[in-house]
């Protein structure tokens, strides 16, 4: 069973970081793209960032370029996002997603990032 | 950035009716294009990818069409567990865009 499984989040002051950890399971990581989406609380969902399988490209959205760095150990399972200089929009669930065919079919549950003083 | 519009904003539906939900791309987006169902407290959900291929253990009820800019996802006969919201979102190209949702309400 495919599984992703994000830890991380949490309350962090403004100008703070954060190191987001998505914990893949029941595939194999190193063949697949992956992505961080989130959501603030009662509105839209946006594409944060992607990386290709072997970590050669990144991608970012506008709104993190410069601050938010992507990730991935694929002998741990594991993808990251580091997120320095947090801003109180930033609050939001962030969510892991697979890439693949069909794209985008496995989410995690979130992890909630608060950014406030 | 390709923008993805979405409407209505909210559907007020009965149960066993027809849902028709549409999303326009700013530009084209070919077939890039694929449907979410969200209920609240839970992870957005694939339902529709390549804008009319239905994905693993989603109802028939469910379908996708539509190419290029204009797309519409249908649910043929609402069930109550069908009632929630609705995200287009394409993948054509980076950065990928979602629409801002639909929110399918009980009538």
């Known amino acids: 069973e495919v599984q992703l499984v994000e830890s991380g989040g949490g309350l962090v002051q403004p100008g703070g970081s954060l190191r987001l950890s998505c914990v893949a399971s029941g595939f194999t990581l190193r063949s697949y793209w992956m992505y961080w989406v989130r959501q603030v609380p009662g509105k839209g969902l946006v594409w944060v960032s992607r990386?290709?399988?072997?970590?050669?490209?990144?991608r970012y959205a506008d709104s993190v370029k410069g601050r938010f760095t992507i990730s991935r150990d694929n002998a741990r399972n594991t993808v990251y996002l580091q997120m320095n200089s947090l801003r109180a929009e930033d609050t939001a669930v962030y969510y892991c997603v697979r890439g693949g065919s069909p794209p985008f079919e496995y989410w995690g549950q979130g992890t909630p990032v608060t950014v406030s003083s | 950035e390709i923008v993805m519009t979405q409407s209505p904003a909210t559907m007020s539906v009965s149960p066993g009716e027809r849902a028709t939900l549409s999303c326009r791309a700013s530009?084209?987006?070919?077939?890039?294009l694929a449907w979410y169902q969200q209920r609240p407290g839970q992870a957005p959900r694939l339902l529709i990818y390549g804008a009319s291929t239905g994905a693993a253990g989603v109802p028939a009820r469910f379908t996708g069409s539509g190419s290029g800019t204009e797309f519409t996802l249908t649910i043929s006969s609402l069930q109550s567990e069908d009632f929630a919201i609705y995200y287009c979102?394409?993948?054509?190209?980076?950065?990928?865009?979602f629409g801002q949702g639909t929110k399918l309400e009980i009538k």
């Open positions: 979102q394409h993948y054509n190209d980076w950065p990928f865009t």
């Open positions: 530009q084209s987006v070919d077939n890039t």
């Open positions: 990386i290709n399988p072997d970590e050669s490209v990144t």
